[in-house]
Structures are given as structure tokens and as C-alpha cells.
């Protein structure tokens, strides 16, 4: 089935990963480093995220192993010593990795993971880990905001047509019911992920009869007990009037029709008339369902103006993030060997050493402000809640993998305790995120260290 | 290392092509049936597409069988027939697949691929063919822009930590040299698909090592004949007088550098001055190259202002596609049992029958129209070329996978005859696409039976 299987995601990694790896062990640089991943400032019409990605990233940090084909493959380079060849045969992820959970609410320039390894292991783990880290934080942020924007509809993921390939597809269907979708057409999602699948016909369906009316026959035949009929392929209104037509048909044989799926035109009016035909027949249970280029922005406007679709599909916008299709992350050296390092030269310098990342709540438990501290320093206040976890050590879990629908299901009451200006889909207010002073202190002097040494200042 | 391997890829469908089979397998609709797969219209800025997915596609037909577990899966969803199930269990591809070559520039509307084959066989695998033409031809008509802007510089992927997913970046690495990039960062992207891979160093290698130029030196050291120094993590331009010293190191024992890179900061007045220093200092050869949010717009402005880069690292924007993430594709049934078909309701009714795309040149050579035509036509000029090959028959590939690095050079050919003002970064104008006479007249024939039979017109 996977005709390069023969390579390991080992390999998933840049070439100056490896190549950094051969000069640090060449020089004797070997000891412990701290990585910290996060998200700088925000994209536009970006006030929050809802991190993502970890699973995958403890996955491959346990399996990481390169295979023979994957040293065959490095040594065809002619670039590696034999010996260091050697070395990355044996190498493992032993470090330690803090994180947040898969489903935290969280905001610019927080650290949301950290990684403390020998440099070696946690340098060639970082492509991998951006991608993942980046990629499913961007599409379950997304995937919030229509949730959001849905106000208690059903949402379902149609998106695995048109994502940026099939691990995107797998990873959009799983963040988006990790941030409140009912369910995903992905069949392979649902099979991996124990995600509910839903799905019944498409266009080409109702043309390959000889009409509608038959073809939809033909599917509730099939599905006596399942047919959301698409009425929109030749004239929608007249589709509905066929679907209540097959209704009765299902009525008098015992079973309902679950309801109709419109897919284009006019989505707010065809919703209003389908909903009052179906009304007028009636047919008050059988759902009007929407579907055709819909984002967090076209569903906050049909909601808004009252049009009685019971749910909504998702697709491409919301499967490719298509208003904000990554985020500017970063994984970031902070310390090496115990000193705490930063980059310089762009316009605002790094925060320097292991951090944690505390949140404060107001008195009715939401959301007030987080601190970005040093590891080593105490909460800001009693009641703070650590953000960061550890979740492995020496290169093993600490504790296995949390169920998809456990971190769904917090994601849900941790979203709510969100106060409302902050998740406005447009112009949203900045969340307070402060820099401790100690933090402050030390980029103060870390920065000044650097000054004197590179720029003989 | 693949946790959910024993799943297979027939499952990556939207689960109501699997509800349409059994309905269709249950009223006996099991005839021939054609979809035809293309590009509706342009995003933004686009005014030709580079198509590519086809690899991935005939790869998927032919390995196309549903596991055990694939099937266990499917009893578990308690949607199905045992009978069916027992059918799907069987199912291959035995239908034919005509299409353009991997590289050919195309543009809005033509059908890039036919799937013609048992209706069931080839509507279970449009969602797999839809995910990977769309997606690989999104980036690589992004890559085919910004090697267009480079005018001859060399460009080299560097996408991998971003790109949406882990398959993106295997396919922009892929389509990237596809479109004529020089090399990828993404070293399991050089073993799968033999790219050249390129790479040197991070910032967090410089911040490892107690100061910048014991870095330089450390890497040097490992790779006296390889070495691009990155010179902006603390001041880019002492930067570069450090990675002067150790050229100058390296020269006495023999070597050379080979480059500096610029990551961050005013590239244009940065590469300058790193230019004229390293030219003053006697390193003429040395190059100076840039990365850096980079995309076609920025490459294009550099070049524009004859700013010294010998090339460009591009990744996040040009892999994401970040100015048009996915393009607006469709795979509609055309014909089924013989009879054209087509839907009706959307702005714009589909075109029916299986096609042909023919292109006419100029006498010089150039691209002059297509012709979308029906496939039993005859071409509408001697000298036209037909851009659809048969690819597949009866699920068997006819010509065997042809090499990436014959395809590239075949699409840089290509490109030189497309006519310089298509190719325009923005506000181009539309290159000429045709509909043949016969197919506009079998369009209104079968438009105006569907009116006759679905509207009561």
C-alpha cells in the first residue's frame, strides 16, 4: 500500500538537522538543550488557539528509529562520516517533553510544548515537530471558530477532497472533532481515530439515474434509515418537493427521512423555503442541512439571520485554514548545557530559558490573564494553573494517550470558560499574556551577555 | 512506525461514495461511467495551473483493495449489507484512466483526467484523486511562480516544518522540483523521490556554541566542503566578517566556502552590503543566499531590484500556497451507460460526455488556444496536439512510472512556450480555452432534456 514504507519518519527532518548533528558531535557538543515550540503574535482574525498536535509528536518522539533503508539512504549523501553513520543507526529520543494538552485554549508567544533532550535528538526531532504542531493547532483553531460561529449546530467535516494531502485530511477530521465537530466524511478517520462518519450521496449519484425522484428511491431502499437526500442538483426546490414525495414512501413502509442536504445557490433563502415546504408537508423533523464553500464567516452569517439549517458541512476553507493557512512558529533553542540562550537579530529578541506558562481566572473560574515564567519560579498566585505538563521522560509516555473524546470534552468546558469578546471571529481584543519579571530580568541580561561578546558593545 | 498502517488507503474516501456503491450495487447501477476531474475557473493571481498528482493516483488504482481491517472497520459501522461488504472485500480497479503528463501547464476548465470504469470502482476513489490532484497541483503551480520570479536563480524547498502535514511536504519537495526547483531540505523527500537535498545550519546551532564563529568553525570543521554560513542571529553583517574569517581559515587548508545566508531582517539592503564586504574581502565566489518568508512577490521584487542573491530558500508561503491554498476542483460524472450528463442548478451548468483538450501553437511554437472537445472528434487543427494520453487500462498503468527528473525537464521546456504575458505574477490576462462547437451543442441537447424531464419545462 505505502510504496516508501521502506523509509521511516526518521528521515521526515531537514538535511541541516543531520548535518548540525555530525558538527556537534564532531565538536563535542552533546549536552542537554531546551527546545520550546510556539506560536508568534497571531495571523489576522486570529485572537486565540486551540493547540494540537501532540499525539503525534509523542508518537514519533517514541518510534524514532532511522531503518537500514533510511542509513542506505544518508550514506548515498557522501556527505556523513561512516562513524557518525554509525551513531544515528543506534540513535533513540531519549529526552523529556512538557507540553500542553491536545485542546488548551492558548495564545501568542506561549510556549505550548518544550523538549529538554541531548541536542542531537531534540535538534533532528524539530521538522517533524513544527509541522505537526503547527499544521493541527492551525486547523483546530479553525475548526473552533466554526464551532463557535455554529452556536450549538451540528458541524461535520467535509473537507478530505481538497486538504493539502492525505495526512492533512486525517489530522483535519481528528482536530475538528477534537474542537466540537459531530462527526467527519473521512471513512479512514473514523476508522483510526474511533470518529463518528457520516455521509450519504453526492451529484453524481442523481445523475447516474434516469431522474431524481429515482435515484433518491434508490437510496432510500438502500437506507431505509439513514437518507439525507441532496436536492440541488437539478432545482433545488422542486428536489425537496421529490425528497417529501420519497418520504411518504418511507413513512408508509415505516421508517422517516433524516432530511435534505442543499449544496449551492442561495443557501439562506433555499434553506428558508426548503425549511417551509417541508413545514407545510409535514415534514417539521426532517432537517435542512447546508454544505458548499462554507467557513466560520458564511456560517456565523447564516446563523445570525435565522436561517433553519439544523447543521452544517465544512470543507475546504475550514480543512485547508483558508483565511490563515499557517502559523509563524517557531522551536527555539532557549538553553544549552544550563545557559540560557536567545537569537538576536530580529526585531524582537527570544525569550531565553525553560519556561512554564501559568493562567489566572476571575472569580467566576474564566479566563483573566497568563504569565510566561521561568520554570523555576513560583505560580503568580495561588490559584494559577500550570499550563505545561510533563508527558514524557527518557523518551517514554507518562501517561499513555489520553481518549480523543477526554480531551474533546475538556476542550468543550475549557472553551467556555473563554470570555466572549475574545473568541469575536473579527477584531477580537488581545488576551493579557505578561512576561514575569524574572523572565524579564534574565532576557535583560542574556541579552546583554550576547551584546558584549558578539558586538563588542 | 505507521500506528494505523493496518488500515488502507481505499478507506481515505468520504464514506458516502461507500452508501452510493451499495445503493448503486443494490439497484443494479453498475454500468460504465466517466468522471472528468479539472480546475473551475482561477483563485486570484493564477492564470495557469501546473498539474501533477498523477503519480499518487495510479499508484492508489492500482494498489486500490480494501484490508481486513479496512473491512472489519466497515461491519463495525452497521451500515452495510454482509453482502455487500463481501463485494467491497473483492473490489479492485479495472477501469481506465486518460490524462494529462505530470508537469503540463494547463489552465481553468480543461479536464486534466478521465476515470472511466464501473461506476462504483470509480466513484469510491474520487476523494483520494480529488485530495492529491488538487493539492499537488496547487503547489505546483505555487513552485512553478516563484522558480518563474527567480528568472534563473536556483530556489530550494524548504517547506517541510510547515506545510500542512506530513504528506504536503513529501508532495511540495516532490512538485517543487516537479516545477523546477533545485534541491529540497526534506531528506525523506531525497530518498523517495532521489531530489537533490541541501542544508547547513540553524540558528540554534549558533546559539549551542559559546560564540558565532566558534560555530562557523565547529561546522567547517565537519564539512570543510559544504559549508553555508548562516549569519543573522546576532548581527548579520558581523556575521558575515565571521564567516569571512573562517573562509579565510578554510582556504588555508585548502578549502572553500561556499556561501553566507540570510534569514531575517531587510534582505534586499542586507544582501547588498554582505555582497560588497565579501567582494572587497576577495570572496567573489561565495554566494549569498536568502530565505526567510519568501514567496514569488518578494523573489520577484529582489530580483527586480537587482538585489546579489545567487538563490532562495523558500518555505511556508510557496508550501502552503499561502495566497490560494486550494483550488476550486471538481471530478463530475459526465457520462453514465453511455448517456452525457450534467448538473443543472449551480450559476454555470457542467460540460457532458467524455473530452479531449487540444492545443494549438503559433508558428513560432508558442501556446496559442486550447479546445475542450468531445473525445470521438477529430482534433480542430492538423498540428494540434491532444493533451489527455491514455494512462490506465483496466486498472493496469500502459507505460510504467516515467522519471521525475524527465518530467521536469519536459514541464521547463513547456514553460518557455507558454507566451510571457500568461505568465504574469498578477493581472494576467486569460489564456484562450475553447469549447468545441459539438460539445456546446450536445451540452444545450442534454441541458434541455434534463429541463424537459426534471422541470416539467
Not at 493541527?136 to 452556536?151: E, G, I, L
Not at 527570544?350 to 467566576?364: A, E, H, I, N
Amino acid at each position: 500500500m505505502n510504496r516508501y514504507s521502506q523509509f521511516s519518519d526518521a528521515l521526515f527532518t531537514d538535511l541541516y538537522e543531520l548535518t548540525m548533528a555530525q558538527a556537534y558531535w564532531r565538536a563535542g557538543v552533546t549536552d542537554q538543550a531546551t527546545f520550546s515550540l510556539f506560536f508568534r503574535g497571531y495571523p489576522r482574525n486570529r485572537s486565540y488557539y486551540v493547540f494540537a498536535g501532540l499525539e503525534a509528536i509523542l508518537n514519533h518522539l517514541e518510534d524514532f528509529q532511522f531503518t537500514g533503508a533510511d542509513i542506505d539512504y544518508l550514506r548515498t549523501l557522501d556527505r556523513f562520516d561512516e562513524e557518525f553513520i554509525e551513531y544515528l543507526a543506534e540513535l533513540r529520543f531519549t529526552g523529556d517533553v512538557r507540553s500542553m494538552k491536545e485542546g488548551t485554549v492558548c495564545f501568542g508567544d506561549e510556549p505550548v510544548l518544550e523538549v529538554r533532550g541531548p541536542i542531537i535528538e531534540a535538534q533532528i526531532a524539530e521538522t517533524f515537530l513544527l509541522n505537526q504542531a503547527t499544521f493541527q493547532s492551525t486547523v483546530a483553531t479553525k475548526a473552533s471558530r466554526v464551532v463557535h460561529a455554529a452556536a450549538g449546530r451540528s458541524v461535520v467535516d467535509f473537507a478530505a477532497r481538497r486538504t493539502q494531502g492525505t495526512d492533512a485530511a486525517m489530522k483535519v477530521a481528528r482536530t475538528g472533532y477534537l474542537a466540537g465537530y459531530h462527526a467527519t466524511s473521512n471513512v479512514k478517520a473514523g476508522a483510526v481515530y474511533g470518529i463518528p462518519v457520516v455521509g450519504t450521496m453526492a451529484h453524481s449519484f442523481i445523475m447516474a439515474f434516469d431522474s431524481e425522484i429515482e435515484a433518491f428511491r434508490a437510496y432510500t431502499h438502500a437506507f431505509p434509515d439513514y437518507a439525507t437526500l441532496l436536492v440541488d442538483t437539478y432545482d433545488t426546490l422542486r428536489g425537496v418537493r421529490n425528497a417529501i414525495e420519497v418520504g411518504r414512501e418511507l413513512e408508509s413502509e415505516g421508517h422517516v427521512l433524516r432530511g435534505v442536504r442543499i449544496d449551492s445557490g442561495d443557501l439562506a433563502h433555499l434553506g428558508r423555503e426548503a425549511r417551509k415546504i417541508l413545514d407545510e408537508e409535514g415534514f417539521k423533523d426532517v432537517g435542512v442541512f447546508a454544505s458548499g464553500g462554507l467557513d466560520e464567516y458564511e456560517v456565523d452569517r447564516l446563523v445570525r439571520d435565522g436561517t433553519p439549517f439544523e447543521g452544517y458541512g465544512v470543507g475546504t476553507k475550514a480543512g485547508t485554514s483558508a483565511d490563515a493557512p499557517y502559523l509563524d512558529s517557531a522551536y527555539k533553542l532557549v538553553e544549552y548545557a544550563g545557559r540560557p540562550v536567545l537569537k538576536l537579530s530580529s526585531k524582537k529578541q527570544s525569550l531565553p530559558g525553560c519556561k512554564q506558562v501559568y493562567r489566572t481566572y476571575t472569580s467566576d473560574g474564566s479566563y483573566d490573564r497568563d504569565t510566561i515564567s521561568l520554570v523555576s519560579e513560583e505560580a503568580p498566585s495561588m490559584s494559577a494553573k500550570p499550563l505545561l505538563e510533563n508527558v514524557m521522560t527518557e523518551g517514554a509516555r507518562i501517561n499513555g494517550s489520553p481518549a480523543l473524546n477526554d480531551l474533546r470534552d475538556e476542550h468543550a468546558r475549557e472553551f467556555t470558560r473563554v470570555p466572549a469578546r475574545y473568541k469575536a471571529l473579527q477584531s477580537a481584543p488581545r488576551y493579557p499574556v505578561e512576561v514575569s519579571q524574572r523572565l524579564k530580568e534574565l532576557q535583560r541580561e542574556v541579552v546583554r551577555e550576547v551584546r558584549d561578546r558578539e558586538l563588542g558593545e
